[in-house]
Protein backbone atom coordinates (compact mmCIF):
# COMPACT_ATOMS: atom_id res chain seq x y z
CA UNK A 1 0.00 0.00 0.00
CA UNK A 2 1.68 3.42 -0.94
CA UNK A 3 1.48 6.18 1.19
CA UNK A 4 1.83 9.70 0.26
CA UNK A 5 4.42 11.54 2.04
CA UNK A 6 6.13 15.31 2.52
CA UNK A 7 8.89 16.58 4.18
CA UNK A 8 11.27 18.97 3.76
CA UNK A 9 14.33 17.59 2.04
CA UNK A 10 17.70 19.86 2.19
CA UNK A 11 15.13 23.26 2.42
CA UNK A 12 13.02 22.27 -0.62
CA UNK A 13 10.13 20.57 0.30
CA UNK A 14 9.34 17.45 -1.67
CA UNK A 15 6.14 15.25 -2.12
CA UNK A 16 6.11 11.70 -2.76
CA UNK A 17 4.43 8.06 -2.08
CA UNK A 18 5.98 5.77 -0.46
CA UNK A 19 5.76 2.35 0.22
CA UNK A 20 4.63 1.60 4.28
CA UNK A 21 8.30 0.07 4.85
CA UNK A 22 10.41 1.98 3.02
CA UNK A 23 13.35 2.82 4.84
CA UNK A 24 14.38 6.76 4.38
CA UNK A 25 17.37 5.60 2.79
CA UNK A 26 15.63 4.13 0.00
CA UNK A 27 12.78 6.97 -0.53
CA UNK A 28 15.95 9.45 -0.76
CA UNK A 29 18.16 7.46 -2.80
CA UNK A 30 15.73 5.58 -5.65
CA UNK A 31 12.77 7.90 -5.54
CA UNK A 32 14.60 11.41 -4.82
CA UNK A 33 17.44 10.55 -6.37
CA UNK A 34 19.86 12.09 -3.47
CA UNK A 35 22.56 9.38 -3.57
CA UNK A 36 24.81 11.26 -0.98
CA UNK A 37 23.85 9.00 2.17
CA UNK A 38 25.28 5.38 1.23
CA UNK A 39 23.92 2.00 1.86
CA UNK A 40 26.36 0.30 4.18
CA UNK A 41 25.01 -2.30 6.23
CA UNK A 42 21.46 -1.60 6.50
CA UNK A 43 21.39 -2.87 10.25
CA UNK A 44 22.78 0.25 12.17
CA UNK A 45 26.30 -0.90 12.40
CA UNK A 46 28.29 1.19 9.71
CA UNK A 47 26.77 5.26 9.80
CA UNK A 48 27.08 5.16 6.44
CA UNK A 49 23.97 6.40 6.11
CA UNK A 50 23.64 8.84 8.39
CA UNK A 51 21.79 12.02 8.33
CA UNK A 52 20.11 14.73 10.05
CA UNK A 53 16.27 14.65 10.86
CA UNK A 54 15.56 18.06 12.66
CA UNK A 55 18.77 19.22 13.21
CA UNK A 56 19.94 15.24 15.31
CA UNK A 57 21.74 12.86 13.49
CA UNK A 58 19.93 9.56 12.54
CA UNK A 59 20.31 6.24 10.29
CA UNK A 60 18.04 6.76 7.38
CA UNK A 61 18.81 2.81 6.63
CA UNK A 62 16.88 2.46 9.99
CA UNK A 63 14.25 5.17 10.06
CA UNK A 64 10.79 4.94 8.99
CA UNK A 65 10.44 7.00 5.35
CA UNK A 66 6.70 7.24 7.12
CA UNK A 67 8.04 8.77 9.89
CA UNK A 68 9.62 12.10 8.65
CA UNK A 69 6.66 13.68 7.65
CA UNK A 70 6.72 17.36 8.22
CA UNK A 71 10.11 17.14 9.23
CA UNK A 72 13.02 18.58 8.09
CA UNK A 73 15.93 15.92 6.37
CA UNK A 74 19.53 17.47 5.75
CA UNK A 75 22.01 14.86 3.99
CA UNK A 76 25.12 15.71 2.97
CA UNK A 77 23.84 17.38 -0.46
CA UNK A 78 23.22 20.46 1.58
CA UNK A 79 26.64 20.84 2.58
CA UNK A 80 28.04 22.90 0.18
CA UNK A 81 27.09 26.33 -0.65
CA UNK A 82 27.32 25.94 -4.72
CA UNK A 83 30.76 25.98 -5.56
CA UNK A 84 31.48 26.94 -1.58
CA UNK A 85 32.53 23.79 0.32
CA UNK A 86 31.66 23.20 3.99
CA UNK A 87 34.67 23.91 6.40
CA UNK A 88 34.50 20.05 6.95
CA UNK A 89 34.74 19.49 3.64
CA UNK A 90 37.71 21.29 3.34
CA UNK A 91 39.02 20.23 6.21
CA UNK A 92 38.47 16.58 5.47
CA UNK A 93 40.71 17.29 2.07
CA UNK A 94 43.33 19.20 3.82
CA UNK A 95 43.95 16.33 6.37
CA UNK A 96 42.82 13.23 3.44
CA UNK A 97 40.48 12.49 5.61
CA UNK A 98 38.85 10.22 2.88
CA UNK A 99 40.49 7.50 1.13
CA UNK A 100 37.48 5.12 -0.22
CA UNK A 101 34.97 7.68 0.43
CA UNK A 102 32.47 5.29 0.88
CA UNK A 103 31.61 6.69 4.82
CA UNK A 104 32.73 9.96 4.27
CA UNK A 105 29.44 11.58 3.81
CA UNK A 106 28.04 9.45 6.82
CA UNK A 107 30.94 11.34 8.98
CA UNK A 108 30.36 14.29 7.63
CA UNK A 109 26.77 14.58 8.82
CA UNK A 110 27.81 13.31 12.41
CA UNK A 111 30.67 15.78 12.15
CA UNK A 112 27.83 18.35 11.48
CA UNK A 113 25.60 17.69 14.04
CA UNK A 114 28.51 17.63 16.90
CA UNK A 115 29.85 21.11 15.47
CA UNK A 116 26.00 22.72 14.86
CA UNK A 117 25.41 21.75 18.63
CA UNK A 118 29.17 22.71 20.12
CA UNK A 119 31.46 24.97 17.86
CA UNK A 120 34.36 23.85 20.65
CA UNK A 121 34.53 20.30 20.89
CA UNK A 122 37.20 18.61 23.16
CA UNK A 123 39.26 15.64 21.21
CA UNK A 124 37.09 13.17 23.15
CA UNK A 125 33.59 14.75 22.09
CA UNK A 126 35.12 14.34 18.06
CA UNK A 127 35.69 10.50 19.20
CA UNK A 128 31.76 10.33 20.66
CA UNK A 129 30.82 11.79 17.78
CA UNK A 130 31.75 9.67 14.96
CA UNK A 131 32.00 6.15 17.39
CA UNK A 132 28.48 5.33 15.31
CA UNK A 133 30.76 5.43 11.84
CA UNK A 134 32.90 3.08 10.53
CA UNK A 135 35.99 3.63 8.69
CA UNK A 136 38.13 0.47 7.56
CA UNK A 137 40.57 2.68 5.55
CA UNK A 138 41.98 6.13 7.88
CA UNK A 139 42.47 4.46 11.27
CA UNK A 140 40.05 7.62 12.07
CA UNK A 141 43.02 9.85 13.21
CA UNK A 142 43.05 12.38 10.16
CA UNK A 143 39.15 12.53 10.23
CA UNK A 144 39.56 13.48 14.05
CA UNK A 145 42.30 16.17 13.05
CA UNK A 146 40.03 17.31 10.11
CA UNK A 147 37.11 17.81 12.52
CA UNK A 148 38.97 20.04 14.64
CA UNK A 149 40.79 21.92 12.74
CA UNK A 150 37.05 22.67 10.66
CA UNK A 151 35.86 23.94 14.23
CA UNK A 152 38.63 25.95 14.45
CA UNK A 153 38.77 27.55 11.08
CA UNK A 154 34.93 27.83 11.32
CA UNK A 155 35.57 30.21 14.82
CA UNK A 156 38.09 31.93 13.28
CA UNK A 157 36.02 32.98 10.71
CA UNK A 158 33.01 33.45 12.81
CA UNK B 1 9.90 -8.86 0.08
CA UNK B 2 6.40 -8.83 0.56
CA UNK B 3 4.89 -5.21 0.78
CA UNK B 4 4.48 -4.88 4.86
CA UNK B 5 1.17 -2.69 5.55
CA UNK B 6 1.72 0.51 8.05
CA UNK B 7 -0.80 1.30 10.31
CA UNK B 8 -0.52 4.44 11.45
CA UNK B 9 -1.76 5.21 14.77
CA UNK B 10 -2.88 8.29 16.48
CA UNK B 11 -3.03 7.07 20.05
CA UNK B 12 -1.82 4.01 22.13
CA UNK B 13 -5.13 2.60 22.07
CA UNK B 14 -5.72 2.26 18.83
CA UNK B 15 -1.81 0.57 18.46
CA UNK B 16 -2.52 -1.59 21.03
CA UNK B 17 -5.57 -2.91 19.78
CA UNK B 18 -3.82 -2.83 16.25
CA UNK B 19 -1.56 -5.54 18.17
CA UNK B 20 -4.28 -7.41 19.78
CA UNK B 21 -6.14 -7.94 16.91
CA UNK B 22 -3.18 -8.89 14.51
CA UNK B 23 -1.28 -11.26 15.36
CA UNK B 24 1.65 -10.93 12.69
CA UNK B 25 2.22 -7.11 13.46
CA UNK B 26 4.67 -6.11 14.74
CA UNK B 27 5.34 -2.34 16.99
CA UNK B 28 7.51 -0.24 15.58
CA UNK B 29 9.47 1.88 17.63
CA UNK B 30 12.79 3.77 16.80
CA UNK B 31 13.65 1.27 14.23
CA UNK B 32 16.88 0.32 15.38
CA UNK B 33 15.61 -3.55 15.70
CA UNK B 34 12.73 -3.75 13.97
CA UNK B 35 13.73 -1.78 10.67
CA UNK B 36 17.33 -4.15 11.06
CA UNK B 37 14.82 -7.17 11.05
CA UNK B 38 12.58 -5.18 7.96
CA UNK B 39 15.62 -5.11 5.61
CA UNK B 40 16.99 -8.42 5.88
CA UNK B 41 13.31 -9.35 4.46
CA UNK B 42 12.17 -11.01 7.62
CA UNK B 43 9.25 -12.27 6.66
CA UNK B 44 7.53 -13.37 10.82
CA UNK B 45 4.96 -10.30 10.36
CA UNK B 46 3.19 -8.61 7.50
CA UNK B 47 2.45 -5.48 9.42
CA UNK B 48 4.19 -2.64 11.16
CA UNK B 49 2.39 -0.48 13.99
CA UNK B 50 3.57 2.72 15.11
CA UNK B 51 2.13 5.85 16.65
CA UNK B 52 3.19 9.27 17.62
CA UNK B 53 0.85 9.72 20.83
CA UNK B 54 3.23 12.47 22.84
CA UNK B 55 2.44 10.14 26.28
CA UNK B 56 5.27 7.41 25.13
CA UNK B 57 7.65 10.31 25.45
CA UNK B 58 7.17 11.08 29.03
CA UNK B 59 9.16 11.69 31.61
CA UNK B 60 8.25 11.79 35.20
CA UNK B 61 10.47 12.78 38.21
CA UNK B 62 9.02 14.86 39.95
CA UNK B 63 7.45 11.64 42.41
CA UNK B 64 9.15 9.22 44.78
CA UNK B 65 8.42 6.69 41.40
CA UNK B 66 10.38 7.95 38.18
CA UNK B 67 8.43 7.27 34.90
CA UNK B 68 9.45 6.76 31.66
CA UNK B 69 7.27 6.29 28.81
CA UNK B 70 8.85 3.43 26.40
CA UNK B 71 9.12 5.84 23.55
CA UNK B 72 12.19 8.08 25.27
CA UNK B 73 15.23 7.90 23.91
CA UNK B 74 18.40 7.18 25.05
CA UNK B 75 19.18 11.16 24.30
CA UNK B 76 16.30 12.28 25.96
CA UNK B 77 17.51 10.42 29.14
CA UNK B 78 21.08 11.94 28.83
CA UNK B 79 19.53 15.16 28.58
CA UNK B 80 17.63 14.79 31.93
CA UNK B 81 19.37 16.07 34.99
CA UNK B 82 17.50 14.17 37.44
CA UNK B 83 18.09 10.99 35.73
CA UNK B 84 22.03 11.34 35.85
CA UNK B 85 22.39 8.15 37.67
CA UNK B 86 20.96 6.13 34.28
CA UNK B 87 23.74 8.67 32.16
CA UNK B 88 26.41 6.02 32.00
CA UNK B 89 23.79 2.93 30.68
CA UNK B 90 22.75 5.43 28.19
CA UNK B 91 26.16 6.88 26.87
CA UNK B 92 27.18 2.95 26.54
CA UNK B 93 24.91 2.21 23.94
CA UNK B 94 25.23 3.14 20.20
CA UNK B 95 26.90 6.26 18.83
CA UNK B 96 25.05 9.62 18.73
CA UNK B 97 22.36 8.50 15.96
CA UNK B 98 21.45 5.09 17.77
CA UNK B 99 20.65 7.04 20.99
CA UNK B 100 18.94 9.90 18.79
CA UNK B 101 16.19 7.12 17.82
CA UNK B 102 16.55 4.05 20.31
CA UNK B 103 13.79 3.64 23.10
CA UNK B 104 13.68 2.28 26.30
CA UNK B 105 10.40 0.54 25.30
CA UNK B 106 12.67 -1.01 22.92
CA UNK B 107 15.38 -2.35 24.56
CA UNK B 108 13.44 -4.61 26.51
CA UNK B 109 13.11 -6.48 23.34
CA UNK B 110 16.34 -6.10 22.94
CA UNK B 111 18.11 -9.63 22.43
CA UNK B 112 22.28 -10.25 23.51
CA UNK B 113 24.25 -8.94 22.74
CA UNK B 114 21.98 -5.83 23.44
CA UNK B 115 19.78 -4.81 25.81
CA UNK B 116 21.86 -2.88 28.34
CA UNK B 117 19.41 -0.75 29.35
CA UNK B 118 17.02 -3.60 30.24
CA UNK B 119 19.39 -4.61 32.76
CA UNK B 120 19.21 -1.49 34.26
CA UNK B 121 16.00 -1.78 35.14
CA UNK B 122 16.23 -4.98 36.40
CA UNK B 123 18.32 -4.16 39.07
CA UNK B 124 16.30 -1.12 39.66
CA UNK B 125 13.26 -3.46 40.10
CA UNK B 126 11.29 -1.48 37.37
CA UNK B 127 7.48 -2.13 36.94
CA UNK B 128 6.40 -2.24 33.24
CA UNK B 129 3.07 -0.79 32.22
CA UNK B 130 1.20 -2.69 29.28
CA UNK B 131 -1.28 -2.34 27.61
CA UNK B 132 -2.82 -5.32 25.51
CA UNK B 133 -6.49 -5.13 23.89
CA UNK B 134 -8.61 -2.47 26.22
CA UNK B 135 -6.76 -3.19 29.53
CA UNK B 136 -3.92 -2.18 31.05
CA UNK B 137 -1.34 -4.23 33.22
CA UNK B 138 1.51 -4.07 35.24
CA UNK B 139 4.44 -6.77 35.52
CA UNK B 140 7.54 -6.88 37.24
CA UNK B 141 10.27 -6.78 34.98
CA UNK B 142 11.76 -9.66 35.87
CA UNK B 143 8.20 -11.46 34.66
CA UNK B 144 8.34 -9.50 32.12
CA UNK B 145 11.93 -9.90 30.47
CA UNK B 146 11.29 -14.44 30.95
CA UNK B 147 8.05 -14.22 28.87
CA UNK B 148 8.91 -11.75 26.54
CA UNK B 149 9.24 -13.84 23.45
CA UNK B 150 5.21 -14.65 24.25
CA UNK B 151 4.34 -11.23 25.13
CA UNK B 152 2.28 -10.61 21.67
CA UNK B 153 -0.32 -8.45 21.62
CA UNK B 154 0.51 -5.93 23.49
CA UNK B 155 2.02 -2.68 24.11
CA UNK B 156 4.84 -1.69 26.29
CA UNK B 157 3.71 1.93 27.47
CA UNK B 158 6.10 2.86 30.35
CA UNK B 159 8.45 1.52 33.04
CA UNK B 160 8.50 2.91 36.31
CA UNK B 161 11.18 2.43 39.55
CA UNK B 162 11.52 3.74 42.60
CA UNK B 163 14.36 6.71 42.91
CA UNK B 164 17.91 4.74 44.01
CA UNK B 165 18.42 4.99 47.76
CA UNK B 166 21.43 7.26 47.09
CA UNK B 167 24.09 8.38 44.68
CA UNK B 168 25.88 5.43 45.07
CA UNK B 169 23.46 2.88 45.62
CA UNK B 170 23.17 2.28 41.40
CA UNK B 171 26.42 0.94 40.34
CA UNK B 172 26.93 0.12 36.21
CA UNK B 173 29.42 -1.19 34.24
CA UNK B 174 29.86 -2.64 30.46
CA UNK B 175 32.57 -4.34 29.17
CA UNK B 176 32.67 -4.10 25.61
CA UNK B 177 35.44 -4.52 22.70
CA UNK B 178 35.05 -1.63 20.70
CA UNK B 179 35.13 1.71 22.68
CA UNK B 180 33.31 3.85 22.97
CA UNK B 181 30.53 1.96 21.08
CA UNK B 182 30.32 -1.75 21.21
CA UNK B 183 27.90 -4.75 21.72
CA UNK B 184 28.23 -5.76 25.26
CA UNK B 185 30.73 -8.59 25.99
CA UNK B 186 29.26 -8.41 30.08
CA UNK B 187 27.23 -5.81 31.55
CA UNK B 188 25.84 -5.70 35.12
CA UNK B 189 24.46 -3.37 36.90
CA UNK B 190 23.26 -3.45 41.19
CA UNK B 191 21.12 -1.78 43.16
CA UNK B 192 22.89 -1.46 46.83
CA UNK B 193 20.42 0.19 49.44
CA UNK B 194 22.26 0.06 52.95
CA UNK B 195 20.93 0.67 56.58
CA UNK B 196 23.18 0.82 59.23
CA UNK B 197 26.09 0.28 56.79
CA UNK B 198 24.58 -3.10 55.81
CA UNK B 199 23.34 -4.23 52.36
CA UNK B 200 19.28 -4.91 52.72
CA UNK B 201 17.99 -5.56 49.55
CA UNK B 202 20.37 -5.55 46.80
CA UNK B 203 19.74 -6.34 43.35
CA UNK B 204 22.52 -7.47 40.77
CA UNK B 205 21.81 -7.76 37.11
CA UNK B 206 23.71 -9.23 34.68
CA UNK B 207 23.58 -8.21 30.51
CA UNK B 208 24.57 -10.74 27.62
CA UNK B 209 24.70 -13.78 30.08
CA UNK B 210 21.56 -15.17 28.65
CA UNK B 211 19.25 -14.35 26.26
CA UNK B 212 17.45 -11.59 28.41
CA UNK B 213 18.94 -9.77 31.28
CA UNK B 214 18.69 -12.24 34.14
CA UNK B 215 19.63 -11.58 38.06
CA UNK B 216 22.36 -12.84 40.19
CA UNK B 217 20.04 -13.95 43.22
CA UNK B 218 23.45 -15.98 44.88
CA UNK B 219 25.64 -12.91 44.22
CA UNK B 220 22.38 -10.77 45.97
CA UNK B 221 21.93 -13.33 48.64
CA UNK B 222 25.70 -13.27 49.20
CA UNK B 223 25.42 -9.49 49.87
CA UNK B 224 22.55 -9.57 52.61
CA UNK B 225 22.90 -8.22 55.59
CA UNK B 226 26.50 -7.88 55.22
CA UNK B 227 28.90 -4.65 55.21
CA UNK B 228 30.45 -4.15 51.06
CA UNK B 229 33.84 -5.32 52.39
CA UNK B 230 36.24 -7.39 50.54
CA UNK B 231 34.81 -10.70 52.43
CA UNK B 232 31.19 -9.73 51.10
CA UNK B 233 32.38 -8.44 47.77
CA UNK B 234 34.72 -11.89 47.22
CA UNK B 235 31.36 -14.03 48.53
CA UNK B 236 29.50 -12.42 45.80
CA UNK B 237 31.75 -12.63 42.62
CA UNK B 238 32.40 -16.37 43.62
CA UNK B 239 28.42 -16.42 43.22
CA UNK B 240 27.70 -14.63 40.34
CA UNK B 241 27.76 -17.32 37.54
CA UNK B 242 24.41 -18.92 39.06
CA UNK B 243 21.51 -19.12 37.43
CA UNK B 244 23.21 -17.13 33.97
CA UNK B 245 23.77 -18.97 31.08
CA UNK B 246 25.75 -16.92 28.03
CA UNK B 247 26.47 -17.99 24.66
CA UNK B 248 28.68 -18.17 21.93
CA UNK B 249 28.74 -14.56 19.72
CA UNK B 250 31.30 -12.51 17.71
CA UNK B 251 32.20 -10.83 20.50
CA UNK B 252 32.99 -13.41 22.97
CA UNK B 253 32.97 -17.15 23.94
CA UNK B 254 30.26 -18.09 26.58
CA UNK B 255 33.32 -19.93 28.90
CA UNK B 256 35.32 -16.29 28.10
CA UNK B 257 32.15 -14.39 29.47
CA UNK B 258 31.44 -16.60 32.34
CA UNK B 259 35.37 -16.65 33.18
CA UNK B 260 35.31 -12.72 33.66
CA UNK B 261 31.44 -12.15 35.09
CA UNK B 262 32.46 -12.54 38.42
CA UNK B 263 35.72 -9.89 37.92
CA UNK B 264 33.58 -7.45 36.13
CA UNK B 265 30.85 -7.50 39.17
CA UNK B 266 34.12 -7.71 41.79
CA UNK B 267 35.17 -4.13 40.04
CA UNK B 268 31.62 -2.84 40.25
CA UNK B 269 31.54 -3.36 43.84
CA UNK B 270 34.68 -2.50 44.66
CA UNK B 271 33.78 1.21 43.11
CA UNK B 272 37.35 0.39 40.87
CA UNK B 273 36.90 2.99 37.84
CA UNK B 274 38.35 0.85 35.20
Known sequence: MMIPLQFRHNGRDVALFVDGATNLLTALREQLGDTTPKFGCGQGGCGACTVLIDGASHLSCLTLAASVEGRSVETLESLKDGPRLHPLQKAFMDHFAAQCGYCTPGMLMAAKALLDRNPNPTRTQVVEAISGNICRCTGYEAIIEAVLDAAQQHRASA | ?274
Open chain 2, 1 to 274: MAPLTLRNCATVAEAAAALTNERDARYFGGGTLVMRDVNEGDLSFSALVRTTDRSLARIETTGQRFVLGAGVTYAAVLAERELAFLHPVARSIGGPAVRNMGTIGGNLFAPAPFGDFAAALLALDATVLLQGGYANRETPIEDFLAARERSFGALVLAVSFARPAGPEAFRYRKMARVKPKGGSVVTVAAHLPTSGGRVMGARIAFGSMGATALRAKSAERALEGRPLDAAAISAAANAALEGLSPVDDALASAWYRREVAGVQLRRLLSGDAS
